[in-house]
Structures are given as C-alpha cells and as structure tokens.
T-cell receptor, first 113, second 117 residues
Framework: GESVGLHLPTLSVQEGDNSIINCAYSNSASDYFIWYKQESGKGPQFIIDIRSNMDKRQGQRVTVLLNKTVKHLSLQIAATQPGDSAVYFCAENIRQAGTALIFGKGTTLSVSS | GAVVSQHPSRVICKSGTSVKIECRSLDFQATTMFWYRQFPKKSLMLMATSNEGSKATYEQGVEKDKFLINHASLTLSTLTVTSAHPEDSSFYIC?????????????FGPGTRLLVL
C-alpha cells in the first residue's frame, strides 16, 4: 500500500510495498530541497536532493517529486525494506544564501515483514 | 568523503555544570557549521550558525550566554552548554557545509545525547 496527500506523522507499510512520504515546505523562496533519513539515536543521513528547476529526480529505489505551485515535496520509496524503517525529514534552503537547512516535520516509517 | 564527527556521543552531567560538545569536519574544511537541537520525536531546530573566526549567529530564542559557540579553526566548532539544567537535556547535532561541494548539502554529525540530572 501507499499513502499520498497530506503530511502524516507515521506511515506503516508491508515489506515490498511502495511508500510515499509527503512534506509541505514553508518558504516560497527556497530553491533547494533535501530528504534525510534519521535512525534512532543517529544524525540525519542524506537520501536525495532536488533543485527548484526540476520537478522530479530519481535515485536508487527513491524518487523525489517537487510541486512548487503548492509548495509540496514527496519522497517515494520503491519496494520498501525493513531497513528503511526510520524517521524521514524534508529540509529546505536558499542555495546562494549560505544559510542553514530548515527542517520540516518528520514522518516515522515502519516497515513490517 | 564529507564526514562530520561529534564528541562525546553521549554525556551525563549534574545540574549546574558546563558541558562542551565538539564538532569536527574530518576530510574537509568548513567555514560554516550549524548547531541543531532535537527533542524526542521532534524535528531538528536550528540553534545557531557558527562561522570560523567570527561570532556565531543565534536563532531567535536561543540564549547566546547559555550556549557558547566557538569556531576556532576550519575543522572544529564547539558548543558549550553552561550551567546546564535538566531542561537542557536533548540531542544536539552539528552539521557543516563543504565549500568545495557547493553551498548546498549539509553533512551531519552523529549527534550528542546530553542528559542533565
């Protein structure tokens, strides 16, 4: 199964399913977006990024979609595995500003086998 | 490449004492580092921006005299929690940008768990 639409604080899927995690960003001037994965007790780990001149970018098993019109970002994970269980955060930035990333609310992904 | 370390990984201290947390960029020079704080099941909140050779820039609501930041070299920034109290217990995470990789991606350290008794 998969979940689309509004941000959900938690998402539970079965192993092998596709997962979709949503994020709404706040600053219309932001032009760079990143998805991070954070496992318990660890720092955020880079997954994939996208610039505002793109609306889709694919990585290995992951795809990020950007809708600037509604300031919405999503992360799609194909064939979700138990090792994907973690908290996922989106982050936004203005590239040339040299400022820090601003993080959105996280989504806890739980994958059951 | 682009590895950031933090030390210690966890620390327990008594109320009223000061605790220093180190953030190092291991394989690159970082003119700018960032300090975040994270409460359980919450997102990362930016505390301050640490600039090498100059004063840190603090976010609104963060006490600069409470959270002292020093960025004395291009590979080291320190956060000192002064006169720590139980409400300062949190997960502190630093990050750094690698100028040679552009001003975009931030690389995060593994975090430091602080518990103030």
């Amino acid at each position: 199964g998969e979940s689309v639409g509004l941000h959900l604080p938690t998402l539970s899927v079965q192993e092998g399913d596709n997962s979709i995690i949503n994020c709404a960003y706040s600053n219309s001037a932001s032009d760079y977006f990143i998805w991070y994965k954070q496992e318990s007790g660890k720092g955020p780990q880079f997954i994939i990024d996208i610039r505002s001149n793109m609306d889709k970018r694919q990585g290995q098993r992951v795809t990020v979609l950007l809708n600037k019109t509604v300031k919405h970002l999503s992360l799609q994970i194909a064939a979700t595995q138990p090792g994907d269980s973690a908290v996922y955060f989106c982050a936004e930035n203005i590239r040339q500003a040299g400022t820090a990333l601003i993080f959105g609310k996280g989504t806890t992904l739980s994958v059951s086998s | 490449g682009a590895v950031v370390s933090q030390h210690p990984s966890r620390v327990i201290c008594k109320s009223g004492t000061s605790v220093k947390i180190e953030c190092r960029s291991l394989d690159f020079q970082a003119t700018t580092m960032f300090w975040y704080r994270q409460f359980p099941k919450k997102s990362l909140m930016l505390m301050a921006t640490s600039n090498e050779g100059s004063k840190a820039t603090y976010e609104q609501g963060v006490e600069k005299d409470k959270f002292l930041i020093n960025h004395a070299s291009l590979t080291l920034s320190t956060l000192t929690v002064t006169s720590a109290h139980p409400e300062d217990s949190s997960f502190y995470i630093c990050s750094a940008k690698d100028p040679q990789r552009g001003q975009e991606t931030q690389y995060f350290g593994p975090g430091t768990r602080l518990l103030v008794l």
